[in-house]
């Protein structure tokens, strides 16, 4: 149960002061045989890495900038679904220990007053034909202020600092509700399977019941998101009605 659950994040948190990016240093440490659970955590990234080869803005003591090592017993086709649950582990501790009514955008930014606070890059290793090690990146806007985000971003990104009302937040004992949350739904994942994490997302998620524009090899198209389907993909209903899933991309909430 979860009242009963003590966490004690079970692998080893590797603190770092300035790297290129904490998705490379865990890299590094797995194919070394670092064991599942090995986080990096780096006060700042002077090469922070976003999906789709975009820059993560990464200013020294201002956010959570971190890496985890994860093994887990999976087909590639459904690595998707721990996206999903990494953006429900962040999504809950961060209502926890501030408050901020942050909320899920498919598949796995976190919104907050309608801008990004949270994003997650998860990339996985094949090896022998199978997942060798998966390694779930998360970057956390804590403590930026308006001034610490450079023009082209002051739209679209925020912070927990400034969703809050200007009080700063305790990196540490945030980091460590994040750690608390994944190992719990980590957990319950390996035991239980997609259904409970599937749950959560959709209650937490600001995506669903929305028109979305979705861009797929096929092209543009525009359809309500309506729910997840078994493997993490986003279930869409189109104007005459029929149910497509989408399982990676981008979409665009209109
Ligand atoms: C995205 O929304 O595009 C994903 C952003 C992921 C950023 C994190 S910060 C820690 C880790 N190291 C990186 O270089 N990227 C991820």
Not at 28 to 46: C, D, H, R, V, Y
Request: proline residues 5%; charged residues 25%; hydrophobic residues 40%.
């Amino acid at each position: 149960k979860r009242e009963d659950f003590v966490s004690s994040w079970p692998g080893e948190i590797v603190r770092m002061d300035s790297v290129a990016s904490t998705q490379e240093e865990a890299k590094k440490l797995a194919e070394n045989g670092a064991p599942e659970g090995t986080a990096i955590m780096a006060e700042e990234q002077t090469g922070g890495r976003g999906r789709m080869g975009r820059k993560w803005h990464s200013p020294r003591g201002k956010g959570i900038w971190m890496s985890l090592v994860l093994r887990p017993n999976l087909p590639l086709s459904l690595t998707p679904q721990l996206t999903l649950l990494a953006g429900v582990a962040v999504c809950t501790a961060i209502r926890e220990v501030t408050g901020v009514p942050a909320g899920i955008k498919w598949p796995n930014d976190l919104l907050a007053g309608g801008r990004k606070i949270c994003g997650i890059l998860l990339e996985s290793s094949l090896r022998e034909g199978g997942l060798h090690y998966c390694i779930a990146g998360i970057g956390i806007a804590v403590n930026l202020t308006r001034e610490d985000y450079p023009a082209e971003l002051q739209e679209v990104g925020t912070s927990l600092l400034i969703e809050g009302g200007g009080i700063p937040v305790d990196r540490t004992r945030l980091a460590e509700a994040v750690l608390a949350e994944l190992e719990y739904l980590y957990l319950q994942y390996i035991e239980q399977g997609f259904r409970p994490i599937r749950e959560l997302w959709e209650s937490m998620s600001v995506t669903l019941g929305r028109q979305v524009c979705v861009n797929t090899p096929q092209g543009r198209t525009e359809a309500m998101a309506v729910g997840l389907d078994d493997n993490g993909g986003l279930r869409l209903r189109n104007s005459a009605g029929e149910i497509t899933s989408v399982l990676s991309g981008e979409i665009e909430m209109i």
